[in-house]
């Protein structure tokens, strides 16, 4: 903006103090009109639902990429002009996602642009249809990749986003049937999401079934493949194995249907058990593959399998704000008797351990189907780690101490390292929880023996039997729970012992004695 200052130079003081603005104006006009990457269009995943927007109704637009959206607007023209958003939504990530809701005019064709700054990347073209003009909608040709794990991760996070800690439902058809909250609600154009639809979707998964429904759901939503093995339970000396491959390929000449889809759900519910998610981690022929310890690895949609048979489902991260305001990372997960709960990370409820367990447990993630020839199979392990958009397989769970499990999951939600007593206060929240989730599931029990008078639920011969057995007993009975509530206060006792060894981590003023603050807590 102006000379060199050095001897000799000659400088404008009017230019001089110019400078500061001149400068800040130049780098916003460099942040609008800087050329974008020759890929930036392909950086971006875009759907639209439904699948055939009707005069009037609702159109989603959903984008979801790798980096946040900066800068980023969505616009829609239709035959009147631009339509306006009634509605946005952001989260992420990864995978970053923003959701606008707009509301149709006439039928016509519209088209929607995605602009970053000023340029636009990507358009689409829109049809709407009158109800009497729309045809049967058959399957659309999708694959897995990159682009369909984004829009996934995004589904899932979207569906929870508004709930925290302790929110719970009767069953997961509940949280579907929230137009708010899904945005593939009705995405078929049946009316598939609706209470009132004759038949009408059912969803009431327990725990290892509540991934399967999900990916189910949301894989029939998009006509992408899915499919699930039957498997053992597996013995201390033996990790579960699989067995059949049962497997749902779209046609496209093949009608989507809620009957259809309910007979599919019925099949997972026969055939998964605890022992699917347990499988060995190098286990090729599972239907989950292992995953790296990092924040860009555990995205919404990842799957915990802990060694004692309970699974979750990550929806939502939540940013540690500062020492004194920690961080949290949401999951979601199903009982036997249908409620399905949203649940933080922490020992109490993910129990971890690889010695004296069944199985191999850990975050893991759905195995790519692919389809060859009209032929299904999955990915190997070498080809996730070569598929754009995968890559974050990892074996590192295997044989891995509880404690280093432990810590390094609370770096990634605590990056900043927490005060000593916040973190405590933060433990006790989390206990409060459980014990509130103790409560109810006891209320359970009781409503059931209430309602059905003289009834008798065998306790299992075995202690074994106390943790595995299927059926009312499942449903009804406690030790799983009571076992997590033990694991959860044991967690507490030891906290104080785990800061004196971690100093690192939590934020200690050097000139407190570090047995000092061990005492306090």
């Not at 005069?55 to 035959?79: C, M, Q, W």
């Not at 829109?126 to 990749?145: F, L, N, T």
């Not at 020992?347 to 191999?360: P, Q, R, S």
Request: proline residues 7%.
């Amino acid at each position: 903006f102006h000379r060199s200052a050095e001897r000799g130079s000659h400088r404008n003081p009017a230019v001089g103090k110019r400078a500061p603005a001149i400068a800040v104006l130049l780098l916003l006009c460099s942040a609008l009109f800087s050329p974008l990457p020759a890929n930036a269009a392909d950086e971006w995943t875009l759907l639209v639902s439904p699948e055939q927007p009707t005069p009037g109704g609702v159109v989603r637009v959903i984008v979801a990429g790798e980096t946040a959206l900066k800068n980023g607007e969505i616009h829609l023209h239709g035959p009147a002009g631009e339509i306006l958003p009634a509605r946005t939504r952001e989260g992420g990530g990864p995978a970053f996602w923003r959701l606008a809701e707009f509301k149709a005019g006439g039928k016509g064709n519209y088209t929607l642009s995605l602009l970053m700054g000023r340029k636009t990347i990507r358009t689409q073209s829109i049809v709407v249809h009158s109800a009497q003009d729309r045809a049967a909608k058959k399957q659309p040709s999708r694959r897995w990749g990159r682009e369909t794990e984004q829009i996934y991760a995004a589904w899932i996070e979207a569906l929870f986003q508004r709930s925290q800690e302790g929110a719970s439902w009767s069953s997961l058809h509940e949280v579907t049937r929230r137009a708010d909250d899904n945005f593939l609600y009705n995405h078929l154009g049946l009316n598939e999401d609706d209470a009132g639809q004759k038949p009408a979707l059912i969803m009431e998964p327990d725990c290892a079934d509540n991934p399967f429904y999900l990916r189910a759901y949301f894989s029939w939503k998009l006509g992408l493949a899915f499919g699930f093995h039957e498997t053992g339970r597996g013995t201390l000396n033996q990790p579960p194995h699989t067995g059949r491959w049962f497997t749902y390929i779209p046609s496209a000449e093949e009608l989507r249907s809620v009957r259809r889809m309910n007979q599919f759900f019925r099949e997972i519910m026969n055939t998964i058990h605890s022992g699917a998610a347990r499988t060995r981690l190098a286990d090729e022929s599972s239907d989950y593959y292992p995953l790296a310890l990092s924040r860009d690895a555990l995205r919404p949609g990842s799957v915990y399998a802990d060694p004692y048979g309970h699974t979750f489902v990550l929806v939502r991260w939540v940013a540690q704000q500062s020492e004194k305001k920690p961080g949290a990372l949401l999951a979601v997960d199903a009982q036997p008797d249908g409620t399905v709960q949203i649940k933080r990370f922490w020992k109490g409820n993910f129990l971890f351990a690889t010695d004296g367990v069944i199985g191999e447990p850990g975050f893991k993630a759905f195995r790519p189907i692919v389809v060859e020839n009209g032929r299904p199979r999955l990915l190997r392990d070498r080809e996730i780690a070569a598929e754009p958009g995968y890559g974050r397989l990892s074996l590192a769970q295997k044989n891995m101490r509880p404690e280093i499990f432990y810590d390094a999951m609370e770096r990634l939600i605590n990056p900043m390292g927490l005060d000593p007593e916040t973190a405590l206060l933060d433990l006790l929240k989390a206990l409060r929880e459980q014990l509130l989730v103790r409560v109810e599931s006891v209320a359970n029990g009781e409503a059931y023996m209430q309602a059905h008078p003289g009834a008798v639920i065998p306790m299992p011969s075995s202690a074994a039997g106390l943790f595995q057995a299927g059926g009312l007993w499942e449903d009804y009975s406690t030790p799983n729970r009571d076992l997590r509530l033990l694991i959860a206060i044991d967690a507490l006792d030891e906290f104080p012992a785990r800061v004196a060894a971690a100093t690192d981590h939590y934020k200690i003023s050097r000139w407190k004695n570090v047995d000092k603050v061990k005492g306090d807590l």
